[in-house]
């Protein structure tokens, strides 16, 4: 008997493919509404908004400072005993939820860090030429925070992709739930869950290669 | 005609311009000299708002504002009369030498792309950086970049000009080209403002020099009297001290 049952897992493969869907989609919901929130935390924290802009910090804090599995945990089986309406949630939603508000918080610092750190002339002469802050934030200063900001993103991303595995906690079966039910029918724990991290990984590879095709676009202007 | 009446500006306790009255003649070129921290820059700044005065009044063309009451669509239509060449040149570092000059065509006289380039071109080729249309500034040296800040300048059709020391950022070996550019649009008329301490520049192509001192206008006339005859005794000490460190300007 080999070491590994290789045909155990080629036929893993696409019983496992068939739950990627759903551990995209969620991570894909999770990122879109995280960037969301997090441009607008990070403009209220660029602009200093009085009042938001402490509610945006302890925000962060929050979020940055305590585990995802803890929010996950909190928001699925927590606020539910709270708050009478999100009795029905399910897994799914909550780590929807779980995921947004936690990258949400991370990603907000670092796109107010690639806003701020556009050179101020060049805001300047945009006013001194008389564009309004809209037009200069449009033209001038996210195109070039953007291109500062995409790399790191991108890493949230990534990251985002593979914490979509917690939702199992919560009973949901993607990626991870369904190899957890695929190992404990054969007792093939090794060879299923070496399966599953390869797929993770080649997904996370793909990224990458995206990444930095992606970075080298953006960064057209500043090749010598 | 650009006039400036008892502008004031203050940063916290200190006064930076205590009381600037100046006035500008269409085509006239008017250079200010004076020790660093004198408020120079920042008279230039007032002008088209990138500091906000706190007392005066300023007239550029048809707009007649006090500027402690300047609302944003006054700011906005100051922009629009003035022009601004930086110190450290401040161009659009995600756009093309083509682009920094058009941008403002585009976005705020709001001209279809096409002609917007067409006029960039014409820019470009009197700066003679016609082959560097499609170059970032990263790419191109100081005196390159330097030029198609003038260039950014001279789309805009502004009343005035105003440069703010455009040569002072720049190795010597570019200085030349950038001062020759501003010569050439000194001889076409444009009206310039000009904050520089090139004193071979002042004496050569100002209509008027401009001495400041401590927040306020010391002294100011044709080049030819302030400098061989300058009457007040802090423009004299001055010129002194400046020209002993610039021994090819003095005569």
């Known amino acids: ?224 | 005609m650009i006039k400036v009446a008892n502008l004031v500006k203050r940063f916290g306790d200190t006064t930076v311009l205590d009381g600037i009255d100046l006035e500008i003649e269409q085509g006239e070129i008017i250079v200010v000299i004076g020790p660093s921290g004198t408020g120079k820059s920042t008279l230039l700044r007032c002008l088209n708002f990138l500091e906000r005065p706190d007392a005066g009044r300023l007239t550029l063309g048809d707009l007649d504002v006090d500027v402690t009451r300047a609302t944003k669509a006054d700011i906005l239509a100051a922009r629009r009369r003035t022009a601004f060449v930086f110190q450290n040149y401040a161009l659009f570092a995600n756009k093309t030498a083509l682009e920094n000059i058009a941008e403002g065509l585009i976005v705020v006289n709001r001209w279809p792309k096409a002609k917007a380039h067409a006029r960039a071109r014409e820019i470009l080729e009197r700066i003679g950086l016609a082959d560097k249309a499609d170059a970032y500034p990263a790419s191109l040296s100081g005196g390159q970049q330097q030029r198609v800040g003038i260039g950014r300048a001279m789309a805009a059709q502004a009343e005035v000009i105003l440069f703010d020391e455009p040569t002072s950022s720049l190795d010597p070996e570019w200085v030349e080209e950038v001062l020759a550019l501003m010569k050439r649009l000194a001889a076409e008329r444009q009206t310039m403002l000009v904050v520089t301490h090139e004193m071979g520049f002042a004496r050569d192509v100002a209509d008027r020099v401009v001495f400041m001192e401590g927040g306020r206008i010391v002294e100011q006339g044709p080049p030819s009297q302030l400098f061989n005859a300058p009457r007040d005794p802090r423009t004299r000490d001055f010129l002194r001290k400046v020209l002993a460190a610039q021994p090819a300007v003095s005569t």
């Not at chain 1, 049952?5 to 496992?16: A, K, R």
């Not at chain 1, 602009?47 to 909190?74: E, H, K, M, Y």
């Open chain 1, 1 to 224: 008997m080999s070491v590994l049952d290789f045909d155990y897992m080629l036929g893993l493969v696409p019983i496992l493919l068939s739950y990627l869907p759903l551990t995209l989609a969620m991570a894909a919901a999770g990122m879109v509404l995280a960037l969301v929130l997090a441009c607008g935390l990070a403009v209220i924290r660029v602009l200093g908004i009085p009042g938001l802009n402490g509610a945006t910090l302890l925000f962060i804090s929050f979020f940055r400072g305590t585990p995802l599995l803890v929010q996950l945990f909190l928001f699925y089986y927590g606020l539910p005993q709270v708050l009478a309406f999100l009795t029905q949630i399910d897994g799914i939603t909550a780590t929807i939820m779980g995921l947004t508000l936690h990258f949400a918080a991370y990603m907000a610092e670092s796109i107010r860090a690639a806003i701020v750190g556009v050179d101020r002339s060049q805001t300047e002469a945009a006013l001194s030429i008389g564009m309004t802050n809209g037009q200069l934030m449009r033209r001038i200063v996210l195109p070039q925070a953007t291109r500062v900001a995409v790399p790191t993103l991108m890493n949230y991303f990534i990251d985002m992709i593979k914490a979509t595995s917690l939702a199992f906690t919560l009973g949901v079966t993607e990626l991870m739930g369904a190899t957890q039910k695929e190992a404990a029918g054969s007792f093939l724990y090794f060879e299923a869950f070496i399966t599953v991290a390869v797929i993770y990984w080649g997904i996370v590879e793909l990224l990458a290669w995206c990444q930095r095709r992606l970075e080298w676009r953006l960064n057209e202007a500043y090749r010598r």
